[in-house]
T-cell receptor, first 114, second 113 residues
Framework: NAGVTQTPKFQVLKTGQSMTLQCAQDMNHEYMSWYRQDPGMGLRLIHY???????DQGEVPNGYNVSRSTTEDFPLRLLSAAPSQTSVYFC?????????????FGPGTRLTVL | RKEVEQDPGPFNVPEGATVAFNCTYSNSASQSFFWYRQDCRKEPKLLMS???SGNEDGRFTAQLNRASQYISLLIRDSKLSDSATYLC??????????????FGAGTRLAVHP
């Protein structure tokens, strides 16, 4: 199993550009989520999904869109990038959000918006 | 107030020391609790879940205090390899939504020779 994969690893955008961060998992997990991590802020939940076709907002959803058309994939879209979106983005998955469930994280995408 | 709060540290301790971190959470309906470890520029990895009765894994002990709404992590006999950032995480259900896993900002630990 590859686990959770994210592409690209690094990306530089100009203000106003759009892009999609890709996330895929091969563990047949229902629960997937996107976090951003900024210095001193820890991981903040952007959006999450509890299964194909079901998504919900997290703590900091503004400026980001998601969709979940398959169990495996959970892309994160930036429609019009802003410098405030410069961050490290982590995708995670788990079989469910239960007491014993482990969240598996991807290696992260380091995004810089100029 | 943040949902989950931690002392950012850093905690600088010598090898062999015992160190403890606390993490407080604001939602009394929170259901499950975890400690994650994150090495520099890497993804977080689960260290241990925190059960109501507390749990121990080698040199690591986690405790939950529901009355005071905090969880703790105790590391005994610190090793150089324990140097990392330790993140606490809490699963909280919100009215009208689904369960969410919310993280604290992390506590940095530096173990020196």
């Amino acid at each position: 199993n590859a686990g959770v994969t994210q592409t690209p690893k690094f990306q530089v955008l100009k203000t106003g550009q759009s892009m999609t961060l890709q996330c895929a998992q091969d563990m047949n997990h229902e629960y997937m989520s996107w976090y951003r991590q900024d210095p001193g802020m820890g991981l903040r939940l952007i959006h999450y999904s509890v299964g194909a076709g079901i998504t919900d907002q997290g703590e900091v959803p503004n400026g980001y869109n998601v969709s979940r058309s398959t169990t495996e994939d959970f892309p994160l879209r930036l429609l019009s990038a802003a410098p405030s979106q410069t961050s490290v983005y982590f995708c995670a998955s788990s079989s469910e959000t239960g007491e014993t469930d482990t969240q598996y994280f991807g290696p992260g995408t380091r995004l810089t918006v100029l | 107030r943040k949902e989950v709060e931690q002392d950012p540290g850093p905690f600088n301790v010598p090898e062999g020391a015992t160190v403890a971190f606390n993490c407080t959470y604001s939602n009394s309906a929170s259901q499950s609790f975890f400690w994650y470890r994150q090495d520099c520029r890497k993804e977080p990895k689960l260290l241990m879940s925190v059960y109501s009765s507390g749990n121990e894994d080698g040199r690591f002990t986690a405790q939950l205090n529901r009355a005071s709404q905090y969880i703790s992590l105790l590391i005994r006999d610190s090793k150089l390899s324990d140097s990392a950032t330790y993140l606490c995480a809490v699963i909280t259900g919100f009215s009208g939504g689904y369960n969410k896993l919310i993280f604290g900002a992390g506590t940095r630990l530096a173990v020196h020779p």
